[in-house]
């Protein structure tokens, strides 16, 4: 709903079930008998000083409250994703593309090609939302529809999230207080409950600890991206994530896509990792920049996943006792690094 609409209309609504709202208001200690009011008659009366010994400070409360109640209803109106396409364009050769891409929530989805065949012109064109507009010339469209003005203007930096292997924090503070300011940012209810679960989610994705005092800067790329995927996942509203090879990023991959299905987020994750391949509900296979087929994991696949990881570990048994500094002798098989 449009802002200017709703602040015409009483303010019951914008007090009704929205604690922050509520908050707010109590924060400059107006009681809610003022609530069969508009905002626009509120003003009114604070600006003729009706109410102004039984406000702290009506003229700060009139400038704050729009700015106020637009961020809480941007957040609450943040777009509710159906489906996200991607309509063929063309590959690197200038030939049409074979097939178009549907996403949807609750679903990943991988990207997977050779070393520079255009996985990542892919995810740049969702990020972009592309209308014709970049080298592939594909088309991006949010639940059936091309992103217009008004729609870019509204979202504009909400819908998608993005996280790559080179992302890396470069502010001067503590975990705690980075997440704190993104979730005030967000004006979420709760802010210090949420801000804990972030911490304790991104701990359980990365496997080495790290705490709240933590500055961000001093985070391991591992610690990093774990704290920005259960940041995207909790304090984030965008509902499209795309992910840029995390497979070396020291992240326990499969908690992370489950948390972030969890969420019911559109993924889309470019990768060589064949067991985030067979974790993805299916993959886009694209060739000379082009996307060339579409294939649905099938159940044959999600069986062999077990097997993989089997494998998986036992290289990384391997990483892990070379890397400690031990050796093989004579009679030692690779087996020693099978689960025991
Ligand atoms: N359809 C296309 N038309 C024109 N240029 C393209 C197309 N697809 C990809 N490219 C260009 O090809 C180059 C390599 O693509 P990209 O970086 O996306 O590959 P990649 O598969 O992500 O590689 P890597 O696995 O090494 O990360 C980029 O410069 C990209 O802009």
Aim: glycine share 6%; hydrophobic share 40%; charged share 25%.
């Amino acid at each position: 709903m449009d802002v200017d609409v709703l602040l015409k209309k009483p303010l019951k609504i914008l007090l009704c079930d929205n604690p922050v709202i509520e908050d707010f208001f109590s924060s400059f200690q107006i009681e809610a008998g003022r609530e069969e009011k508009s905002f626009e008659g509120l003003v009114r009366e604070l600006t003729d000083g009706f109410w102004e010994e039984n406000t702290t400070n009506p003229r700060e409360f009139v400038s704050m409250f729009k700015d106020f109640v637009t961020g809480v209803y941007a957040l609450e109106n943040t777009l509710k994703i159906e489906s996200l396409d991607v309509l063929s364009g063309y590959d690197k050769y200038k030939k049409q593309e074979v097939c178009n891409l549907h996403l949807k929530p609750g679903e990943i989805t991988c990207v997977v090609g050779p070393t520079g065949s255009g996985k990542s012109r892919l995810l740049e064109d969702i990020e972009w939302l592309a209308n014709e507009d970049t080298p592939t010339k594909r088309k991006v469209l949010i639940n059936g529809q091309q992103c217009d003005n008004n729609m870019l203007a509204q979202y504009g930096g909400k819908l998608i999230a993005q996280i790559t292997q080179n992302m890396n924090f470069v502010l001067d503070m503590d975990v705690e207080g980075f997440l704190m300011l993104h979730a005030q940012s967000r004006f979420l209810p709760n802010a210090e409950l949420v801000v804990k679960e972030v911490i304790d989610l991104a701990n359980d994705l990365s496997g080495e600890s790290f705490t709240a005092d933590t500055p961000v800067t001093f985070l391991s790329g591992g610690q990093s991206r774990a704290l920005m995927i259960a940041d995207v996942a909790c304090i984030g509203q965008a509902p499209v994530v795309l992910i840029d090879e995390i497979e070396n990023a020291g992240v326990n991959k499969k908690k992370a896509l489950d948390l972030l299905v969890s969420k019911e987020k559109i993924v889309l994750m470019a990768t060589h990792d064949p067991l985030l391949i067979l974790l993805a509900h299916k993959r886009v296979v694209i060739k000379n920049g082009g996307m060339h087929k579409i294939i649905n994991t099938n159940e044959h696949e999600q069986k062999l996943y077990c097997e993989l990881e089997r494998l998986d570990h036992m290289l990384q048994t391997a990483k892990d006792f070379f890397r400690n500094g031990n050796g093989l002798k004579a009679g030692d098989s690779l087996l020693k690094f099978n689960y025991d």
